[in-house]
């Protein structure tokens, strides 16, 4: 069919004529309402990236002796990450004589809860696995979940502005990135951060090249 016959075509279904594929011979082309072709692909691309945003997990780490400024500090990052639509993985871990005070980790972590029971529910209860209490909290759906009380005006309609234009969003990253089955407890420090922790260490002008 001519350009001039498929303009036509189009004119009279009241429709527009859209080139899918330029590079073909001869060039493939639909007739289709494009207002509509572009709000469905828009919500295709806002379901995507809700999707690609649930399967984050963040990890937040707790002590049973957490200092309240910190556990407000970890807790205002727990409630941006439910927000953007990500899982959050609580871990309180025990070091030494703490575990036989294990009722105080639960305390800690059932608080902590708590307190994101507006924007997330946990998965599970919190079960205590080796040395460790875990629970996995997931986002609550965005209609039954509260406003995020730490996002300003601002904020909230740059975010809004984002989304309609079909940008993903890109939340903060005072916490690192889990996945699902990564294993807790494994250190991710570089070498200068070790080296750094041992300033008097004798070992580290040491040669290692150098035969005894």
Known sequence: MSLNDALTKARANDV???????NATPPVCRLVDYGKFRYEQSKKDKDSRRHQHANKVKEIQLS?????HD?????????NFLCEEMKVKLTLRF??????????????VNSFIKELIPYGHPDSPPKLIGRGINVMMSPLPRAKRAKNPYETEEEAAAKREKIAAGEPDMPPEPSRSVEENEPVGVSTLGEESIASEFVNNPFVKLDATTAP
Request: hydrophobic letters at 35%.
């Open 95 to 108: 070091r030494g004589r703490e575990m036989a005070h294990q009722d105080v980790g639960f305390q800690t």
């Open 16 to 22: 527009d004529l859209v080139e899918i594929a330029p």
């Open 71 to 79: 556990f407000k500090v970890k807790l205002t990052h727990a409630t």
């Open 64 to 68: 049973p002796t957490i200092d309240p």
